[in-house]
DNA sequence: CTTGACCTTGACGCAGCGTCAACCTCTACC
DNA sequence: GGTAGAGGTTGACGCTGCGTCAAGGTCAAG
């Protein structure tokens, strides 16, 4: 009871393009190959086949699949593995969801974006991987676990001294004034204590960031327009990087 | 101020090659070439190097993202589409995820009938009063119907669904990570999504449970040793209340 | 014998780079 | 000024799972 290619194909829904591509890969090679090529299927085969798409349709890829229906290959723990992948990808877009909702709210509120995603913002953008990869893996941990330990009261008082400090920049270089000026080089003073504030800087603590982190932290301001947006965008986070490289030059 | 394209790719924590490519296909050109091919980079592809990394972390595609930068395609809209598609994947895996499950279940010679007890629909048994108490009803009746309507399987599924949430929730308390984590959070994400799913809730549908629903949901589970039951008991049930009030006091 | 449906074997395309390969270029040190 | 080593360049293949032509044989029916 050979069938045909289209036979089989239409027989379960799929198509003779799919077919042969699992002749080719070794998946499910026909029944018979008639003298002219033609590739026949007999019910062995159709059961096979069967399988081969449940599993298919559960996810999992095709080496998997050959590994399960040849080597007989334990099918359940193929699948409980296959299942943590599933729930990892699932937390993944969970994650994504929530970063897309995220900017989108920051997008509408415009402005609102501020202190919030300040430190939030550390998360998704690469910088994580720059503050690790600078400055050690605990550098990020200590500040994310310093930003998590305060109360709402505690987080909205540092974000209000943040606030105060981005206003202070933003005045300061809307004035037009000099960035390595006594006035901007006090406000550089004010930022440098205000970082020392944070325990997981390096160099945090009594004796304040160091000089590497404190220029790479203004050429951040830059970069990131989330972070930017703190100081007037882009030309405010401009100047405020340059007070700042005047000051640790200067000074660390 | 330019710097080699190996600068820039530690900067932002990428690899020149991901660069090159950039610069291939034409979503980020260098600002300059030197006579020897060398790429250089000044501070505006930078930045614009930092907003492309940031719409790829959120699962954009080059295209979309290139859209996005240039023809000032509105961002928030795109987004928006975007968040769809996330969605859209996400219900394709929990759905797989249910799949995977039954199919392991299966092959144990699975025939519990526990799952059924676990969680037989929040608005059956004794709930019944309370639901109509507090939103009316019809909200009963609602998502009495919807769960009336749904063959064995399918039950049997959204039961599975359910066991795998509270199986993560339990995990996820016994780590003993923070309820307003991350991790915690994109628990709080699935639950949130995973309410959705049922038509009788109040302001379930497209838009979700609203967010006094999500709230009393949340006592409800502390409140009630049944519901408690299925997050590890008392303290468990107060994990992922915690968690769910911090996830609903951000987003909802 | 012609027509049309069905079959075959290539081979490119897609998304986003990783990973050689083969070959310049710049900097530093002796 | 020679040499090593780090870093730069342009190809080009690989990966997943087929969709989609392209060019050309085969078979049943009229």
């Known amino acids: 009871m050979d069938r045909s290619i289209q036979e089989i194909a239409r027989l379960v829904g799929t198509t003779s393009r799919t077919l042969r591509h699992y002749d080719d890969i070794g ?13 026949y299927y007999d019910d062995d085969t159709l059961v096979r086949l069967q399988r081969i798409l449940l599993l298919r349709d559960l996810g999992l890829g095709l080496p998997a699949i050959a590994d399960v229906l040849d080597r007989e290959e334990d099918a359940e723990h193929a699948l409980r593995s296959h299942l943590e992948w599933l729930h990892r990808e699932q937390d993944r ?3 994504q969801i929530a970063s897309v909702e995220r900017t989108i709210d920051a997008l509408e509120g415009g402005e609102r974006l501020m202190a919030e995603q300040m ?3 550390f998360d998704h953008t690469a910088y994580r991987e720059e503050v690790e990869e600078r400055w050690g893996k605990d550098a990020y941990a200590k500040g994310d676990a310093w930003w998590r330990s ?7 008082a540092w974000q209000r001294r943040a606030a105060a400090l981005g206003g202070d920049w933003i005045a300061a270089h809307e004035r037009g004034i000099d960035p390595a000026g006594d006035e901007a080089q006090a406000l550089a003073q004010r930022h440098f204590e205000w970082l020392r504030a944070i325990p997981g800087t390096p160099g945090g603590g009594e004796d304040g960031p160091t000089k590497e982190y404190f220029l790479g932290l203004a050429e951040m301001y830059v970069a990131d327009e989330r972070f930017g947006a703190n100081y007037g965008g882009r030309e405010g986070a401009e100047f405020v990087r340059d007070a700042m490289t005047v000051y640790a030059e200067r000074r660390l």
């Open 27 to 39: 998946l499910l090679p026909p029944s018979r190959v008639g003298g002219n090529g033609y590739r």
């Open 93 to 95: 877009l969970a994650r």
């Open 119 to 121: 430190f939030d913002g």
């Open 150 to 156: 305060m109360s709402d009261d505690e987080k909205a």
